[in-house]
């Protein structure tokens, strides 16, 4: 195994572990058994060949050129993966799932509900995204990890509903210096 087939093999580990997708769900969508996928994320020593490594990418978020992988630019409309954020361990995974993919994150935008936090972080083109769920403490560990600047107090984000008022549970924060669409976040249903 050369070092861009290992390169390839641990990219796909980390999606796969963040974003909590089961190997029965990728074996559905891509048509590639589930142990094949599991024997070649961990290095046994099965190929999968051009075609169904990309396809197994594209399930995951992400799209290869052959030899670089990237997540892919989220279109309008695209499902996109969901990472679990929730603690230390996880937030350093995705920081090395960001340098691997030479994706440098600088500005994220979050809402809250309860204890649960729904951050989208987005590279330096703008074009790149990527949804997390965590908690804050979690969250602001990958903010360290990524070095996006998150300031001393989060706004509350008005209420959605005519005539009531804020909750105190709710709020939602842009961290970082970019510039978003004024839309509301919503994890995806499964």
């Keep these: 195994m050369d070092d861009l087939e290992r390169h390839h093999r641990t990219v796909a580990r980390l999606l796969i572990k963040l974003s909590g997708t089961t190997l029965a769900r990728l074996a559905y969508a891509t048509g590639i058994a589930a142990g094949t996928i599991s024997r070649w994320v961990h290095g046994d020593g099965c190929a999968l060949g051009a075609q169904r490594r990309d396809r197994l990418f594209a399930a995951l978020g992400a799209r290869t050129d052959g030899t670089n ?3 892919a630019a989220r279109a309008t409309g695209a499902s996109q993966p969901m990472f679990q954020i929730t603690g230390i361990l996880q937030a350093e995974r ?4 960001a340098a691997l993919t030479s994706t440098r994150f600088v500005a994220a935008r979050e809402t809250c509900q309860g204890r649960t936090l729904v951050s989208v972080v987005t590279d330096v083109t703008g074009c790149t995204t ?6 804050r403490e979690a969250l602001d560990e990958l903010y360290a990890e990524l070095d996006i600047s998150v300031p001393p107090r ?9 005539g009531r008022p804020a909750r105190p549970d709710r709020f939602e924060a842009e ?6 669409p004024s839309h509301t976040l919503r994890p995806r249903a499964n």
């Design 175 to 180: 961290l970082g210096a970019s510039a978003w």
């Design 94 to 97: 995705f920081a090395t799932l």
């Design 69 to 71: 992988v990237r997540l």
């Design 130 to 135: 990527a949804l997390l769920v965590g908690t």
């Design 154 to 162: 989060r706004r509350l984000a008005p209420s959605t509903h005519a």
